[in-house]
């Protein structure tokens, strides 16, 4: 395991349910992230909160909104989705320093989103 | 605009055969190159990372190359096993917190 939980790690929803993802992170890192990974396409970057504040939103549709309230647990609150959000979303987490360069994200399992 | 290709898309190797991946790039400026697996409904983990300066780094069976000067790298995986069977993510580094992600290469190794 890479110290990097997800729940849930199955969710199927309808457009106009609101359903939540968590994340959490067991490895005293500073930066936690957002991705979504589509069939046949790169990751996409969501968000990026460093030290609970966030840092990134990649043009990110406002029917998701993350929300750390500390830097172990992130979620993505998701609310009125689309049959295209429907992808594999996974949470990363890494441990950003001044000069370092490395930056290595842990991902967790990731959690199978289907919206019918 | 930073862009991470990977080449095959996907192959099909016999179990005990070697196979080389891939990966070209145009982002700028570089800071770092990974080599991620992933499994079937897992997330990726990391298996190697190179800095400009280094040419090659090995994790057990596998080996990652770089050639900064042509924005290329390779994974090598020696001697395959059927676990091997995974996609394999070329992840190019320059500034900030982002990574290009390259859409990775599907690998099935069969008995």
């Known amino acids: 395991e890479t110290g990097v939980t997800q729940t849930p790690r199955h969710l199927v929803m309808g457009m106009t349910n609101k359903k939540s993802l968590k994340c959490e992170q067991h490895?005293?890192?500073?930066?936690m992230y957002w991705y979504k990974q589509s069939a046949k396409k790169p990751l996409e970057l969501m968000f990026v909160?460093?030290?609970?504040?966030?840092?990134e939103n990649n043009s990110v549709p406002s029917r998701f909104s993350p929300e750390c309230p500390n830097s172990s647990h992130l979620f993505l609150h998701l609310h009125t989705l689309q049959p295209e959000d429907s992808a594999l979303y996974l949470c990363?987490?890494?441990?950003?320093?001044?000069?370092?360069?490395?930056?290595?994200?842990?991902f967790g399992p990731g959690t199978r989103l289907t919206v019918l | 605009k930073n862009q991470v290709e990977q080449s095959p898309q996907s192959l099909i190797i016999l179990e005990g055969k070697n196979c080389t991946l891939q990966?070209?790039?145009?982002?700028?400026?570089?800071?770092?190159l990974r080599w991620y697996k992933q499994d079937t409904g897992r997330g990726p983990v990391s298996l190697t990372i190179m800095t400009f300066s280094e040419n090659t780094k090995s994790n057990g069976r596998y080996t990652a190359t770089l050639d900064a000067d042509t924005k290329q790298s390779s994974l090598h995986i020696t001697a395959s096993q059927l676990s091997d069977s995974a996609s394999y993510i070329c992840?190019?580094?320059?500034?900030?917190?982002?990574?290009?992600f390259g859409k990775g290469t599907s690998l099935l190794v069969t008995p």
């Open positions: 990966c070209n790039y145009t982002v700028s400026p570089f800071s770092n």
């Open positions: 909160y460093n030290f609970k504040e966030q840092t």
């Open positions: 992840v190019v580094k320059n500034s900030g917190y982002a990574l290009n």
């Open positions: 490895l005293g890192h500073n930066a």
């Open positions: 990363a987490s890494s441990q950003v320093e001044g000069g370092s360069s490395y930056n290595e994200q842990f």
